[in-house]
């Protein structure tokens, strides 16, 4: 599913145009990226979690030359499934 089959599945369930659910949507993932950019993190109790995690810099290999580079310290977005979706997948 992508981003216009959500919309349309908002649009038929909540009986809406599909300009405000484009724009209820919009603003829900506007929502959870301006907290994750905060470093907070965003739970959707029984589907999923999204948090920050923080890697520390380090000393990497150039795979082509073998030559050592240092790897700047980073920020990267996870996602962990919840319990019900890990079972709900799993049937």
């Known amino acids: 599913m992508n981003k ?10 909540a ?6 659910a484009a724009k209820v949507v919009q603003i829900f993932f ?7 950019a905060r470093g907070e ?5 029984g589907l999923c979690s999204f948090f920050v995690k923080e890697y520390k810099s380090y000393v990497g290999r150039n ?3 073998g ?12 996602f ?3 319990k019900e979706l890990k079972e709900r997948v799993d049937r």
């Open 67 to 78: 030559e050592k580079v240092t790897i700047k310290p980073k920020k990267l977005p996870f």
């Open 41 to 45: 993190r965003v739970e959707i109790r």
């Open 4 to 13: 216009l089959e959500l919309i349309s599945a908002l649009k038929n369930e």
């Open 30 to 36: 506007d929502s959870m990226s301006e907290a994750m």
């Open 63 to 65: 795979p082509k030359t």
């Open 15 to 20: 009986n809406i145009s599909k300009a405000e």
């Open 80 to 82: 962990k499934s919840g």
